[in-house]
């Protein structure tokens, strides 16, 4: 299925080494954001209190977030279920977990008298450490098997290419977290890890196709391949990429405080990893060195797809 046929090769890998200064760049100053500013981790990580209120209707999730920020509490974490509201607290210096749940419970009171508090716990420092110890240890597992995977399918050169590029994506969505100062909590530890299996998607499909035009096009060389590639799957890439960012956007817009950090961070990993497989994965490859021998073994044949010369072999994907 496609939108629409490209007839004419665009050639991206001209501007390979510009666009990849641009990614070195971008790259270096998230970096720079993350040891500079760090994140602003959420109460999962840090610690803090975790209240569970109740009401005899719905509750209106706004009005108990604007009661709570009164009392100082800037980017506290809101949930609704049902008549049930779950309200995150950060540690407040001096202040214990009773005083904080006892001094919320008397704002919430004298808005709704018939609020009562179903369960006060404290979340301890040592929670947040081993959720960033075991969120790092996910990232480097899905990593790992990223690269085994891609090298068993592809080739090594093209698994360190998109190790590469995924981690190009995961450090510029934290970039962003800490030089904007946003919340770092588990839904956004969540969605890097999405962008993190939906990159390299991305990345298997273009590298598919250029498997697939060293094999038809005997006469190309390794730019004109990646470039043909790339063009030959746009049609593609809009269409996936674009029904996800309409869902995306649609929790970002309507699926209130609760997903918008979390919608907020697919965003980025979305935009980011469109433009990492075609213009990082693909030619940090090139440089590499990638050639028709890594990939296509005992050379190409009839049942590989047609003849050399044939422009419209193999399938739209």
């Not at 510009?18 to 760090?38: E, K, Q």
């Not at 590298?207 to 730019?223: A, P, V």
Request: net charge neutral; charged share 15%.
């Amino acid at each position: 299925m496609e939108f629409f046929r490209i007839h004419k090769t665009i050639p991206f890998m001209r501007h390979a080494l510009v666009l990849n200064i641009v990614s070195v760049v971008t790259f270096a100053l998230a970096v720079f954001f993350l040891f500079h500013r760090g994140l602003h981790l959420s109460v999962e990580f840090t610690g803090g209190t975790v209240m569970e209120v109740a009401y005899n209707q719905s509750a209106d999730v706004g009005k108990v977030r604007d009661i709570v920020g009164k009392l100082g509490y800037t980017e506290v974490q809101v949930q609704s279920f049902g008549k049930s509201v779950q309200i995150r607290l950060p540690v407040k210096k001096g202040v214990t977990s009773a005083q904080q749940s006892a001094e919320v419970m008397d704002s919430l009171k004298a808005a709704d008298p018939s609020v009562e508090l179903r369960s006060n716990e404290f979340v301890g420092p040592q929670v947040g450490d081993e959720l960033t110890t075991n969120g790092l240890k996910a990232l480097g597992m899905v990593v790992v098997g990223i690269m085994i995977y891609l090298a068993f399918r592809f080739e090594w050169k093209f698994a360190l290419a998109t190790v590469l590029a995924n981690l190009h994506d995961v450090v510029i969505i934290l970039g962003f977290f800490a030089f904007f100062q946003w919340e770092f909590s588990l839904a956004v530890l969540a969605a890097v890890l999405a962008v993190l299996g939906y990159s390299v998607n991305e990345s298997v499909v273009i590298f598919d196709r250029i498997r697939e035009n060293f094999r038809r096009y005997r006469k190309m060389s390794t730019t004109e391949i990646i470039d043909n590639a790339i063009t030959s799957t746009i049609s593609r890439t809009i269409i996936t990429h674009g029904s996800t960012q309409l869902v995306v956007l649609s929790m970002f817009f309507f699926g209130g405080p609760t997903l918008h950090y979390f919608a907020l961070a697919l965003t980025i990993g979305i935009c980011f990893g469109i433009y990492s497989s075609a213009f990082v994965a693909a030619a940090i490859a090139m440089w590499l060195g990638v050639k028709r021998e890594d990939l296509v073994k005992g050379g190409p044949t009839k049942r590989d797809g047609g003849s050399e010369d044939d422009p419209n072999a193999g399938a739209v994907v």
